[in-house]
């Protein structure tokens, strides 16, 4: 039972090393998502991103009070 686990672990391993290139290239082209990608960057850039980022140190730092 061990060797047919171990020899579909290997194929696994193999088709997986193959298929990867494909995935690596698969979003090199077009501008779909630009807007999309912009319009994060543009939220997570600005005083949005800010004000989480200060609300979440914050939190932080009163969880770790309430457990000590």
Do not use: C, D, H
Not at 3 to 8: F, G, L
Not at 20 to 48: D, K, L, M
Request: charged residues 10%.
């Amino acid at each position: 039972m061990k060797s047919k686990t171990r020899e579909n672990l290997r194929a696994l391993a193999i088709v997986a090393m193959l298929i990867t290139p494909t995935f690596a290239f698969a979003g090199t082209t077009g501008n779909e998502f630009q807007a999309f990608y912009n319009w994060i960057n543009g939220i997570v850039s600005g005083y949005f991103g800010r004000a989480i980022a200060i609300a979440s140190v914050a939190m932080g730092a009163l969880m770790s009070v309430a457990k000590s």
